[in-house]
């Protein structure tokens, strides 16, 4: 805080004691850049630090109803039955055929969206196995099919 006396001013007595504060806004606005810079530092390393292994799954969830995800010639679409088989393409394969399918999605297209449309019936857990699948294929653009009708809660 500087401190001085007000130009112009005389107290009762005739002299120039008289004295005004001033605040100086310099070193706090130094340490809010510098708290800026560190937070948008510090941001980047998490974002760029979940893209490993570790990183969740990116997974599009469409409101069944007014925004499905409509499927492309070079997407996939996997269907879970409800005792567990998977179908790829109207045939039902082993996890080993559905990797290996995803690996020449991957070839042809990085950018191949796979939709999994499982039976109401089907453990999360094997959702998860597959979309395990294309993550580890390279594959990271998901999708989960729904039935078309009102979204949940309207």
Known sequence: MAMGKVPGVDDELGGDDAVFADINITPLTDIFLVLLIIFMV????????????????????PQGGSADVA????????????????????????????????????AKSPDTLVIVQADEGVPHG?????????????????????????????
Do not use: C, H, W, Y
Not at 87 to 99: F, I, N, Q, R, Y
Not at 136 to 150: K, S
């Open 42 to 61: 510090t941001s980047s390393v998490i974002v760029n630090a979940g893209a490993g292994a570790k990183a969740g799954l990116k997974v599009n969830l």
């Open 71 to 106: 499927a492309q010639a070079s997407d996939l679409s996997v269907a879970i039955l409800q005792d567990g088989r998977l179908v790829l393409g109207g045939d039902v394969v082993t996890a080993d055929e559905l990797k290996k399918a995803f690996e020449d999605a991957k």
């Open 126 to 154: 094997r959702v998860v196995e597959v979309m395990e699948l294309a993550k580890g294929a390279g594959l990271g653009q998901l999708a989960i099919g729904v039935r078309e009708g009102p979204s949940p809660g309207k």
